[in-house]
């Protein structure tokens, strides 16, 4: 399960790379919005694929 | 055999290298970036002399670096960005965003990189660290732990990774826009490195590892106002 995380971890950043590549070619094409929803998403992908290795202390 | 003329060949060859190194990545870096648009019609007469003294420079440097390391470095790096950035302010339009080539300028972006890395300065194979005049003396440090497996893989994954929002900030021909592209795609590739750093880190061994429960619910938040984007993106994508 722990290797399942990590790989989860691994495919979050992968993800992020392909929500920021994306929301900055949507800038250049005329769409701001799509290109805000984008980053939006990339940096919420980013955050949570580092949360994985480092958990509030709240959470059980 | 005579040692003074065994070590004449060794230190010719990494003279020659060494100018190698300095003298290929800035001629790359000037072709693509400083001489094709000063040599392009419509550039003035400064642009184009302000170009060809920065070749000058970029050439003079490492020769001169060879006798005097000073006065080299200050002529091929100093000398040579600066009549470069006197040039791209001569040429003004002409290297505005419109005309920009995506491809030639991320090339040329890479020659510069490997400009800066070609004045920098390695440890020589064959050097002993412990010899140096400043060397501290005493007791050699292990180090404490060693990387997870695959850790480099993971950092060289995030690397490249961070090279997509760059490669498609180049893309973007709205002058207005471009500046803010490329900030934001600064932006986004650091925090890829950052967080490839991370991950390839964490896995270590020197923190206990917590139970997988506990590491999915730590990434609760960001995940759930993910699916909340998602979906509004959903329904964006499925009315509009």
């Known amino acids: 399960m722990t290797r399942v995380v990590d790989a989860i971890s691994v495919l979050l950043l992968l993800a992020a790379a392909g929500a920021f590549a994306w929301g900055v070619r949507a800038l250049g094409a005329h769409r701001d919005l799509e290109a805000l929803y984008w980053l939006a998403a990339g940096a919420l992908v980013l955050r949570a694929s580092t949360d994985l290795f480092r958990p509030r202390a709240g959470t059980r | ?240």
Not at chain 2, 32 to 56: K, W
Not at chain 2, 106 to 120: K, N, Y
Not at chain 2, 167 to 192: M, N, P, S
């Open chain 2, 1 to 240: 055999m005579d040692p003074v003329g065994a070590t004449r060949p060794s230190a010719l060859r990494r003279g020659l290298v060494s100018l190698t190194n300095r003298l290929l990545p800035g001629l790359y870096a000037w072709l693509t970036t400083v001489g094709s648009p000063a040599t392009a019609r419509g550039a003035s007469f400064a642009a184009r002399a302000a170009a060809f003294l920065a070749l000058a420079c970029l050439v003079a440097g490492p020769v001169v670096a060879l006798e005097r390391p000073r006065l080299g470095r200050a002529l091929g790096v100093l000398a040579f960005v600066g009549f470069s950035l006197v040039t791209w302010f001569l040429l003004g339009p002409l290297i505005g965003v419109q005309r920009l080539d995506p491809l030639r300028a991320g090339l040329g972006m890479v020659g510069w990189a490997l400009f800066a890395l070609g004045w920098g300065s390695l440890r020589r194979a064959d050097a002993i660290p412990e010899d140096h005049p400043h060397a501290v003396a005493g007791e050699s440090l292990s180090a404490r732990g060693a990387l997870p497996r695959g850790a480099v893989a993971i950092v060289l994954l995030g690397t490249l990774a961070a090279a997509a929002p760059i490669y498609y900030a180049w893309t973007v021909t709205r002058a207005q826009h471009a500046l803010l592209a490329h900030a934001v795609a600064l932006a986004c590739a650091l925090g890829l490195v950052d967080a490839g750093s991370v991950i390839a880190v964490e896995r270590g061994k020197w923190r206990p590892v917590l139970p997988p429960r506990r590491r999915l619910g730590g990434a609760a938040r960001p995940l759930a106002v993910l699916t909340f984007l998602l979906f509004i993106g959903l329904l964006w994508k499925l009315f509009s």
